[in-house]
């Protein structure tokens, strides 16, 4: 089973870079990475996916390392406006492996 | 994503109910998902349907029934609701693959 875990909560201040990583050790060789991004009274919005490596797009990257047991997404000088609960997940032969979710808490 | 519409955006019920959760889309997506969220539980997967003719139970179907009545409509019935079925229900669609999931802005639906 490819089950996802992350940090249930992470605090930053404006300008900082913020990193949140997600372990899935099971994850099968096919499967991507997706990461999500909630605001209260909102569904999930896509923020990255990716396979290995590193991906990045205009407003995060999505670091995998070579054993694909852990992802990290990077945000870069979140402002307030970040403040939100981010998920990580894992599609692995058609189940989906959604992580708990980390919220994130920019101070000014 | 306003593709991706859900009524009622909130339900107030009673326990032994009918209620019918509603979710259509613009996207022109073929599949589509129905989850459920939870404090501390993140998103849990209810059922799925991958085209019209296509349904499947997801991690927690139990108590759950839907209808996928074209390629735009996707419903989740709770034929008859208990109390911890109170939470926030959430539709999605995807293209084909390994595209990424578009949500709708959930049904909050409390069973007294």
């Known amino acids: 089973l490819a089950k996802t875990t992350q940090p249930i909560s992470m605090d930053s201040y404006e300008g900082q870079e913020v990193n949140i990583t997600c372990s899935h050790n099971?994850?099968?060789?096919?499967?991507?990475i997706t990461w999500y991004q909630q605001f209260p009274s909102q569904g999930p919005r896509f923020i990255i996916q990716g396979y290995k490596t590193k991906v990045t797009n205009e407003v995060a990257s999505l670091f995998i390392p070579a054993d694909r047991k852990s992802s990290t997404l990077s945000l870069p000088r979140v402002s307030l406006s970040d403040t939100a609960v981010y998920y990580c997940?894992?599609?692995?032969?058609?189940?989906?492996?959604f992580g708990s979710g980390t919220k994130l808490n920019v101070k000014p | 994503d306003a593709d991706v519409t859900q009524t009622p955006r909130n339900r107030i019920t009673k326990t032994g109910k009918r209620i019918m959760l509603e979710c259509s889309q613009t996207?022109?997506?073929?599949?589509m998902y129905w989850y459920r969220q939870d404090p501390g539980l993140g998103l849990r997967l209810i059922y799925y349907?991958?085209?019209?003719?296509?349904?499947n139970k997801g991690e927690i179907s139990d108590g759950y029934s839907v209808s996928r009545q074209a390629q735009a409509k996707f419903s989740l019935s709770l034929e008859s609701a208990i109390p911890n079925q109170t939470a926030l229900y959430f539709c999605?669609?995807?293209?084909?693959?390994?595209?990424?999931?578009?949500f709708g802005d959930g049904t909050r639906l409390s069973i007294l």
């Open positions: 996207k022109g997506h073929d599949r």
């Open positions: 999605a669609t995807s293209g084909p693959g390994d595209q990424p999931q578009h």
């Open positions: 349907s991958f085209d019209v003719k296509d349904i």
């Open positions: 997940l894992v599609e692995s032969f058609n189940k989906f492996y």
């Open positions: 099971n994850i099968a060789t096919n499967d991507y």
